[in-house]
T-cell receptor, first 116, second 113 residues
Framework: NAGVMQNPRHLVRRRGQEARLRCSPMKGHSHVYWYRQLPEEGLKFMVY????????ESGMPKERFSAEFPKEGPSILRIQQVVRGDSAAYFC??????????????FGSGTRLTVV | DQQVKQNSPSLSVQEGRISILNCDYTNSMFDYFLWYKKYPAEGPTFLISISSIKDKNEDGRFTVFLNKSAKHLSLHIVPSQPGDSAVYFCAASADDSWGKLQFGAGTQVVVTP
């Protein structure tokens, strides 16, 4: 019973390139959350998606960032024209239904993006 | 706007003693609080939670206390073990927020022999 799978684990991009981060939720989970952790900080909410729908993107930067969760396949967080300030750990979490449930939701191991 | 604050970035405790981690929040709409534990290069893992209708929740060595009037919660770990060395995050959620979590900055706990 695989957990939340994120890939790649590490991603290096040059300034101006695009970064694509993938998240496969746990089996049977149709709700995905993306969080970002900047160095020396806590996790910050970015976006909440259900299959084919963005429910809450209040934490997403207005430009260059987008997210999707198609009917088939993983959720994708896309960062266009990356800058050094995008260097962070990006975590995905999934839940079977909207909300936290008794035990919170399950996080993946994250993708560490480094912009050089 | 930091709505969840963990003012102690680090804590060192001797094995077998009690670890006490503190967390303060400012948003009175928060009604569910969680503690996550995080090892380096891994995602956060759920540790324990508490609803705002309770003031204490206990699970084995871990107890979380909630003081709503002070907007303060704490996590007690007793006895502390070397495997408890990790970063601990306090997180909070409001009922109408789709499960969106606000995290504190974390407290690095080091358990020494």
């Amino acid at each position: 019973n695989a957990g939340v799978m994120q890939n790649p684990r590490h991603l290096v991009r040059r300034r101006g390139q695009e970064a694509r981060l993938r998240c496969s939720p746990m089996k049977g989970h149709s709700h995905v959350y993306w969080y970002r952790q900047l160095p020396e900080e806590g996790l910050k909410f970015m976006v909440y998606l259900q299959k084919e729908n963005i429910i809450d993107e209040s934490g997403m930067p207005k430009e260059r960032f987008s997210a999707e969760f198609p009917k088939e396949g993983p959720s994708i967080l896309r960062i266009q024209q990356v800058v050094r300030g995008d260097s962070a750990a990006y975590f995905c979490a999934s839940s079977p239904a909207g909300g936290l449930g008794q035990y919170g939701y399950t996080f993946g191991s994250g993708t560490r993006l480094t912009v050089v | 706007d930091q709505q969840v604050k963990q003012n102690s970035p680090s804590l060192s405790v001797q094995e077998g003693r009690i670890s006490i981690l503190n967390c303060d929040y400012t948003n009175s709409m928060f009604d569910y609080f969680l503690w996550y534990k995080k090892y380096p290069a891994e995602g956060p893992t759920f540790l324990i939670s508490i609803s705002s209708i309770k003031d204490k929740n206990e699970d084995g060595r871990f107890t979380v206390f909630l003081n709503k009037s002070a907007k303060h919660l704490s996590l007690h770990i007793v006895p502390s073990q070397p495997g408890d060395s990790a970063v601990y995050f306090c997180a909070a959620s409001a009922d109408d927020s789709w499960g969106k979590l606000q995290f504190g900055a974390g407290t690095q706990v080091v358990v020494t022999p």
